[in-house]
């Protein structure tokens, strides 16, 4: 009997996912361990992530003649351009464990497929076709955002001459919480492209998207419209902008998803904190109380901030400062706030972060994960060295529902960067030390 020959290009993608599985599983399979999955969930979810995220992570880096990997693309999931991140869920229900990705095409950054959509775009098609279009996986949300916010290649050359030196090419990323027998995706999409071709701004490009969905969601979304629309009339003469930057989505029925928009502002004191997660004092309510509670108590414990006035260490990088994320959701009066620090840019080194985040975690009740984080979060990425590198705890999310305290912790796979890269002055700063390129061609 004679074996069945593979053809170049199915060699290639075997090659590249076997790249991507050496750089995602350990890391996977030890969170999942720490965070008390069965070893049937371990299987189960590895599965899941072999067979629909890591073959759309892309080529296979090639290797510089210095010897570094070189990205095929330029990712804004990570600071150093990884294309996939882990991050780790913790509250009083449990832990849970998410991947998120950017699905990167064969083409991603050149003019053929300038923004990256193509790949995305093939990755909800695998998922809406196993699950036939409905059920644990919706695409009509998709289909809109789509629709609205994907641009045509031949506009490329005309949108990157508008970008900023430093601005990502990312349109989608996807992330699955692993939970349940069809983890259902989570999807990102970034509209700096379409409002550049259009001359307007990110965030109205989102509320316009909103707005033609047949839902009931313009009770929430007016309250974060007004608000930005009140900043930014009042801010001082040379105080930045605050505008959206980002929505997701479930990717779920359209009346039972969650929408998530994203600001981004570069001042970082806790009063001003105060005033975004609040949208100025009108969702002023005691389970916001409590989540401006818990981010004081991560100012004190992880950033060493006690005063309301005073700011995190200034940086002009392009993800530095904080980030909230306004969920609403079809029939719903007013948002829930989340926030989002960046602790690469401000925490230190990772094994202080990680310390850091063990008193952090023993002061909000978290016992077990006070004993245990330093050691599960080295053991999880053991190739590092915590006491000298900077870059693999990404960002914290913070946000307190009934239940009390939610706490996220997102990490950097790093595959291009070594963690101990420094800026022109001699400060460590890791993946941040990586600069953005548009098109590749």
């Known amino acids: 009997m004679v074996a069945a020959t593979l053809d170049p290009e199915s060699v290639r993608a075997q090659e590249d996912s076997k790249f991507w599985w050496s750089e995602l599983s350990p890391p996977l399979l030890s969170l999942m361990q720490s965070a008390g999955y069965s070893a049937e969930e371990q299987d189960l979810y590895a599965d ?49 464990i998410r991947v998120g990705s950017e699905p990167i095409g064969a083409h991603a950054g050149t003019t053929r497929d300038p923004f990256n959509q193509d ?13 036939g279009g409905r059920g644990a996986v919706d695409g009509r949300l998709w289909d809109v955002f789509k629709r609205h916010m994907f641009v045509d290649a031949r506009h490329a050359e005309t949108i990157v001459s508008k970008m900023a030196a430093n601005e990502h090419m990312t ?8 939970e349940g027998e069809h983890p259902a995706p989570k999807v990102y999409f970034y509209p700096i492209p ?36 009140r900043h930014n009339r009042g801010r001082a003469h040379g105080a930045e902008n605050l505008r959206p930057e980002l929505v997701a989505f479930d990717a779920v ?16 004191c806790m009063a001003r904190v105060r005033d975004i997660y609040t949208l ?48 609403i959701k079809h029939n719903q009066a007013r948002p829930v706030p989340k926030v989002y620090i960046p602790v690469r840019h401000y925490g230190g080194t990772d094994l202080r972060i990680a310390q850091n985040l ?14 245990t984080y330093v050691d ?42 070594a963690g101990d890269e420094r800026d022109a002055a001699g400060k460590l700063v890791g993946p941040a030390a990586w600069k953005q390129r548009h098109l590749l061609d």
């Open 171 to 178: 349109t989608n990323t996807i992330s699955f919480d692993l």
């Open 119 to 131: 790949e995305p775009d093939a990755v909800m098609a695998r998922l809406l076709r196993l699950h």
């Open 280 to 327: 100025g004092g009108a969702l002023a309510r005691p389970l916001v109380e409590g989540g401006l509670d818990l981010i004081r108590l991560f100012y004190l414990h992880v950033l060493g901030l006690t005063a309301p006035e005073e700011e995190l260490p200034a940086s002009s990088h392009r993800t530095a400062g904080i980030i909230f994320n306004m969920e």
């Open 253 to 268: 029925a359209p009346e039972l998803a969650r929408f998530k928009i994203y600001v981004r502002t570069k001042a970082t």
């Open 48 to 96: 899941f992530v072999n067979q629909f995220v890591v073959p759309s992570l892309g080529p296979e880096p090639r290797t510089s003649k210095s010897g570094a990997r070189v990205p095929h693309f330029d990712s804004f999931c990570s600071d150093d351009f990884s294309p996939a991140e882990l991050s780790w869920n913790v509250g009083p229900k449990g832990y849970k």
């Open 376 to 417: 599960a979060v080295q053991k999880a990425f053991c190739t590092q060295d915590f006491s000298t590198t900077i870059g693999r705890h990404s960002y914290v999310g913070l946000s307190f529902n009934k239940a009390g305290p939610y706490i996220t912790m997102y990490y950097n796979t790093m595959t291009f960067s």
């Open 194 to 229: 379409v409002s550049l071709l259009r001359d307007t701004h990110a965030g109205d490009v989102i509320a316009e998207t909103l707005q033609q969905l047949p839902l009931n969601v313009t009770p929430s979304l007016r309250h974060i419209t007004d608000f930005l629309a």
């Open 358 to 371: 063990s008193a952090f975690f023993r002061a909000c009740g978290f016992a077990h994960m006070a004993e």
